[in-house]
């Protein structure tokens, strides 16, 4: 029992990292029907966003690890929101104005993706970065069962920003011109709504979160790299989609899912087969349910 109570905890953690990731995925393919494959590399950006942020609190205006972890959270999540609103404004918009096709538009976030490594790898060097310790780490123990205070954060910090999200689409006039926009995008500008405006706010919440999530990794696991950002995006794309990408609580849902799945793979398997045995039963959940868990068929009008 208690190693089975060990284990819930790891995946909660793990999940809540695939899952703020995702929900920056679904929220933008809710909006524009776009899938962002940047967005795994905004993770990465916002990770080292929130490095330089620390180490120079910390070295040099010489704040205490407390004050520094305040005020790197907001900025980390700002400077990771105006990364996400360029990569729009220079890539994606001049493509939608000109009705260029979804495939290009793809085509488009990959090669963003691309260009925020292999520009890391350029202007900062192959070598990995340490991140600085912004909080005492302390570890609560019950028998045989540990959890830290970070851990426990992590975990808190996803529930959190799912609910505000939550709020947000369903309750805020914004939200209701995000999902508008979702439904039918030609009529929303007849009713007067600026469709561009909404949208560089969708970018804005996705890219914040995902600055959120680098931090939390990176406060986690204090080794960066230029490509930190490749794998654990397509999980965390692959999660959303298993749970009905577009949905919110889907995104939720299918990043704890995944997380369940490989620390309970490693619990019981080597280490090897966590990625063959974790996306053989997110492919069995897609042969059964398409859509996803949350998902639901389109039509299209013709």
């Not at 960066?224 to 889907?250: C, N, S």
Request: hydrophobic share 60%.
């Amino acid at each position: 029992m208690d190693i089975l109570i060990q284990n819930l905890l790891n995946a909660l953690q793990w999940g809540s990292f695939y899952a703020l990731i995702a929900l920056g995925y679904t929220l933008v393919y809710g909006v524009l029907l776009l899938i962002n494959f940047a967005h795994g590399d905004i993770f990465m950006v916002g990770a080292y966003i929130a490095f330089f942020v620390a180490t120079f609190f910390l070295g040099i205006v010489d704040f205490s690890p407390w004050m520094t972890l305040a005020l790197t959270v907001p900025l980390t999540m700002l400077l990771t929101a105006a990364v996400g609103v360029t990569l729009e404004r220079i890539a994606y918009r001049p493509l939608r104005r000109k009705g260029a096709h979804r495939l290009y538009v793809v085509i488009t976030a990959l090669m963003c993706g691309l260009i925020l490594e292999n520009g890391n790898l350029a202007l900062l060097g192959a070598s990995r970065k340490k991140f600085p310790e912004l909080l005492d780490k302390v570890v609560y123990t019950y028998g045989n069962i540990s959890v830290t205070n970070l851990k426990i954060i992590v975990i808190f910090a996803a529930i959190a920003v799912f609910f505000l999200l939550e709020f947000i689409v369903t309750r805020t006039k914004i939200g209701m011109a995000m999902r508008g926009i979702s439904y039918d995008k030609f009529a929303i500008p007849l009713m007067g709504i600026p469709i561009d405006s909404v949208i560089v706010f969708t970018f804005v919440l996705g890219s914040a979160m995902a600055g959120l999530a680098g931090l939390l990794f990176a406060m986690s696991y204090p080794i960066l790299e230029p490509y930190m950002g490749a794998l654990i995006g397509w999980k965390a794309f692959i999660a959303a989609v298993v749970g009905g990408i577009g949905d919110i609580r889907g995104a939720f849902l299918g990043g704890f899912l995944l997380g369940f799945i490989e620390v309970g793979v490693v619990a019981v398997f080597p280490s090897t087969y966590r990625d063959l045995f974790a996306f053989s039963i997110l492919l069995m959940i897609l042969w059964i349910k398409p859509t996803g868990i949350f998902g639901v068929a389109k039509t299209t009008k013709i």
